[in-house]
C-alpha cells in the first residue's frame, strides 16, 4: 500500500484523536458553565429544582471531562511523537500559549474539580459555587489558548523566522490575538454552548415523551418534582436554542469573512466555483469533482454567494483555479463537511424558532412532535463540531502553519510501521473505552433527574423503573439490583 | 548582569517533573497496590482516597509536557520520537486507568474489568515512566535537529531496571499514602507492603546509582572526582536518614512520617539524577541552553509562571486540606 507512508499515517493519527478529543470538552465547555449557572440559581433562589439538576448532570459531567482529560494528555505528547519537526520550528511560538493554557486552565479544572465533584458537604454551597465558577473558568480558558493556538497556525502573524528555520515572536499581541481568532474564539464557544443546550434539550425531551406515554400509570412516572426538574431543564435548554442560534449563523458569516480576506481558498473549496466569479450563485449541493475543478450535478441559488461573502450582489468569490494546484486543500472533504455544519445550524434555529411558539401558545411542555425532532437534534452539535473543524483544519492544507510549513515537512522522522502500530492501538483502545463511557452516559441519561441518586435511594426507587422505564418485558426479571435503569447489558 | 532564562526554566522544568512525581507516583502506586486488596469495599476505600486529587497531579505531566514544548522545544522533537514507544504505552495505559476511576462506579457486574483497567493501566504507566527515564539517562543518538538512533533504542537491561525500580517506588509512596489515608485492613495491608516495599526500594536505589555514574564518562566526572564529590556526598547521606525515618514511620505508627520518608526519597533519586544530568538536557547530545527557545518566548511565559503557579500550589494545597483525614467508605458522590 504505497499511499499508507509515514506521513499520511501520521495525519490519520492525529485526525482521528483530535477528533475523538474535542468531543468531550465541547461538551464540558458548555456543560461547566451551565452547572455554574444551575449552582447560582440554586444558591439565590434556594429552589431545589437546581441542586436536583446540578447533581443530575454532575456524574454525566465526571464521566465526560475524565474521557476529556486523558484524551487531552495524549494530545499534548502527540505534537512531539508525530510532529517533531512542526514542534521544533513553532515551539518558541505556539509553546508559551499551550504553556499558559495548562497553567491558567487545566490546573484550574483539575483543582476544583474534586470540590465541585465531591466536596460541596465539606465546603459548604458557596466555596463549592465557586469551586464551579472556577471549572467553568478554566474551560473557558483553555478554548481561548487552544483556540489562538490553532488560529496563528491559520493566520499566523506577529512572527520572524531565525536562522535555525525556527518560528519566532516579534510582538505576542499579534500573535495571540491573531486575525482569526476572535471569530473562531466566539463561533466555538457559542457551538459549544448550543452542543450542550440541545444534549440538555434532547434529554429533557426523551422524558417528557416517556412521561406522556406512561401518564395515568400508577407508579410509572417519575416524583413531581423530577417532572418539574425535566421542564426546567428543557426550558433552559430551549431559550438557549432561540438565543444562542442566530447569534451563531452571524458569528459564521463573520467568520467566513474573515476566512475570504485570509484564506481564500479554503473558501473556493467551501463554495465550489471553478472560477473566481461576481454575481456568483450560491451551491446548495452537488458532487465535488476534484479533478474537473468543479461542483458536478450543482443545485444553487443566483446571486446568493456573492451575497453572503461579500454583502453585495456583484462581489467577486475566489474559484478553485485562483489557488496553485500544490496549495489547495482538498475540495470534496471541505465541501461537504461546510455544508453539514451550516445544515445543523440551520435545524438548530428552526427547533429554537418553534419552541418559542410552543411557548407563546403555552404547550411547550406539551408537544410531542418537537419533542421528538429535539431528541433527534440531541447529538447535532456534536456533528457540527466535528463538521465546522473538518472545514477548517482539512481547508489549512496542505500546511499546518498557513502558506509557510507545509504538512508534508511537519512530521516526525519515524517509521511507519510504528505509527501504524500505534494508530491502531489508539483506533481499538479508544473505540472501546470511549465507547463504553459514552453508554455510560447514555445510561445515566436514561434515568430522570431527580431520581436514582445514590444508591441508597435507588433501590427504593426500583421497582417503579422496573415497571416503567426499562424499555423491554425481557429485562425486567433482572433487574432486582440497585443502580441499573434501563438496559442491562452490562451484566453478564 | 543578565539573567539566565533557560537556567531559570530548566529548574521550573525540573520542578513540575518532580511534582508529579511525588504527586502522581502515589495514585499510580494506590493502583499497583490495587490487585492486594481482598474485598470490594477494600478497593472502593482505595480508590476513594485518591479520587478527589488524581486529576491534578496528572495535570503535572501535561505541564512537563507542554512544557519542555514551550521552552525547550528541540529537547520536546528529538526526546518524543526516540521514546515513541514507552511513550505512546504510557499514554494508553493512563486513559484506561483513568476512564476506570468514573467507570468503575458506573458499572455493577463488570466492575472487576475496571478494577483491572485501574491496576493494569497504574502498572504499565509506571513502567513505561520508569523505563522512558531510564532510556533518557542512557542517552540518546542526535544528527542535525533531530533524533538520529532506531525504534528500539530504548529497550535496554537498565531501562528495564530503572522500570522495575520507579513501579516499586510508586508502590511505596501508594502503601505509605494508604497508612495514612485508610483504616482496618487496608491500613494493615498497607503496612506489611511498606516493609517489603522499602527493603527492596532501597535495594534497587542502590544498584540504580551504582550503574548510572558508568553510562557517561560526566556522570562519573560528577560524582567520583575530588572536589565536587564533597558536594554531592550530602545526597546518599539523606538517602540514608529517610531510609531510617521510613521504618521508624512503620514501628511507632506514625503514616505522615513513612510518606514524607519515602517522598523524600523521591526528591533525594531526582536530585541525583538532576546533578549528573545538568548541563544536558538529552544526555551527552543537547544542552539546555542549545535546546531552549529564544529569551523572547522564555521571558512571555516566565511573567504568567510567576504569578500561576504559585496560585496553583495554593489551591492544590487547599484541595488536599479540604479532603483531608481518613477517607470513610461512603462517599458522597458516588
Known sequence: MEWLDALTLARIQFAFTVSFHIIFPAFTIGLASYMAVLNALHLFTGKEVYLTLFNYWKKIFAVAFGMGVVSGIVMSYQFGSNWSVFSDKTGPVLGPLMGYEVMSAFFLEAGFLGVMLFGRARVGPKLHFFATAMVALGTFMSAFWILSVNSWMQTPAGYAINDVGQFIVVDWFKVIFNPSFPYRL????????????????????????????????????????????????????????????????????????????????????????????????????????????????????????SLILTHSLDGVVPGIRSTPVADRPPLGIVFFAFRSMVGIGMLMLCIGLWSLWLRYRGRLYDAPLMHRFAVIMGPSGFIAILSGWIVTEVGRQPFTVYNLLRTADSHSPIDATAIAFSLAAFVIVYFSLFGAGVYYILRQMKAPPGEGHGAADLSVHEPIRAAGIVPGPMFTAKSSQPGVTGTQGDRT | MTIDYALIWAGLIAFAVLAYVVLDGFDLGVGILFPWAKSE??????????????????????????????????????????????????????????????????????????????????????????????????????????????????????????????????????????????????????????????????????????????????????????????????????????????????????????????????????????????????????????????????????????????????????????????????????
Open chain 2, 41 to 334: 469495599q477494600e478497593r472502593d476505600l482505595m480508590m476513594n482516597s485518591v479520587a478527589p486529587v488524581w486529576d491534578g497531579n496528572e495535570t503535572w505531566l501535561v505541564l512537563g509536557g507542554g512544557g519542555l514544548f514551550a521552552v525547550f522545544p528541540l529537547a520536546y522533537a528529538i526526546i518524543m520520537p526516540a521514546l515513541y514507544a514507552p511513550i505512546i504505552i504510557m499514554l494508553l495505559a493512563l486513559v484506561f486507568r483513568g476512564v476506570a476511576f468514573e467507570f468503575r462506579w458506573k458499572s455493577q457486574s463488570r466492575k472487576y474489568l475496571w478494577d483491572w483497567a485501574f491496576a493494569g493501566g497504574s502498572f504499565v504507566a509506571t513502567f513505561s515512566q520508569g523505563v522512558a527515564l531510564g532510556a533518557l539517562v542512557q542517552g540518546i543518538p542526535v544528527s542535525g535537529r533531530a533524533y538520529a538512533g532506531g525504534w528500539w533504542d530504548w529497550l535496554s537491561a537498565f531501562s528495564l531496571l530503572t522500570g522495575l525500580a520507579l513501579v516499586v517506588g510508586y508502590a511505596l509512596l501508594g502503601s505509605t499514602w494508604l497508612m495514612l489515608k485508610t483504616d482496618g485492613r487496608v491500613e494493615q495491608l498497607a503496612k506489611r507492603a511498606t516493609f517489603g516495599l522499602g527493603i527492596v526500594m532501597l535495594g534497587l536505589i542502590g544498584l540504580v546509582s551504582l550503574i548510572s555514574p558508568f553510562l557517561h564518562e560526566h556522570f562519573m566526572q560528577k560524582w567520583f572526582a575530588w572536589p565536587a564529590m564533597l558536594f554531592v556526598a550530602p545526597v546518599p547521606i539523606l538517602v540514608l536518614v529517610c531510609a531510617i525515618a521510613l521504618f521508624r514511620g512503620i514501628r511507632l505508627n506514625r503514616p505522615l512520617m513513612s510518606f514524607l520518608a519515602v517522598e523524600g526519597l523521591f526528591v533525594l533519586s531526582y536530585i541525583g539524577l538532576v546533578i549528573s544530568f545538568f548541563p544536558y538536557i538529552v544526555p551527552s547530545s543537547v544542552t539546555l541552553w542549545q535546546a531552549a527557545a529564544p529569551d523572547n518566548s522564555l521571558k512571555f511565559l516566565l511573567v504568567g509562571a510567576v504569578f500561576l503557579i504559585p496560585m496553583i500550589l495554593a489551591y492544590t494545597a487547599y484541595a488536599y486540606w479540604v479532603f483531608r483525614g481518613k477517607v470513610g467508605p461512603t462517599h458522597d458522590y458516588h
Open chain 1, 186 to 305: 466566539v463561533h466555538m464557544l457559542l457551538a459549544a454552548y448550543l452542543t450542550t443546550a440541545f444534549v440538555v434539550g434532547g434529554v429533557a425531551a426523551f422524558h417528557l415523551l416517556k412521561e406522556r406515554k406512561h401518564m395515568g400509570q400508577l407508579g410509572a412516572t417519575p416524583s413531581p418534582e423530577s417532572q418539574a426538574a425535566t421542564r426546567v431543564m428543557f426550558s433552559m435548554a430551549m431559550w438557549m436554542a432561540a438565543i444562542v442560534a442566530p447569534i451563531q449563523i452571524m458569528a459564521g458569516d463573520a467568520h467566513g469573512l474573515n476566512t475570504l480576506a485570509h484564506q481564500p481558498a479554503k473558501i473556493a473549496a467551501i463554495e465550489g466555483h471553478t472560477e473566481s466569479q461576481g454575481k456568483a450563485p450560491l451551491i446548495l449541493i452537488g458532487i465535488p469533482n476534484a479533478k474537473e475543478e468543479r461542483i458536478d450535478y450543482a443545485i444553487s441559488v443566483p446571486y446568493l454567494s
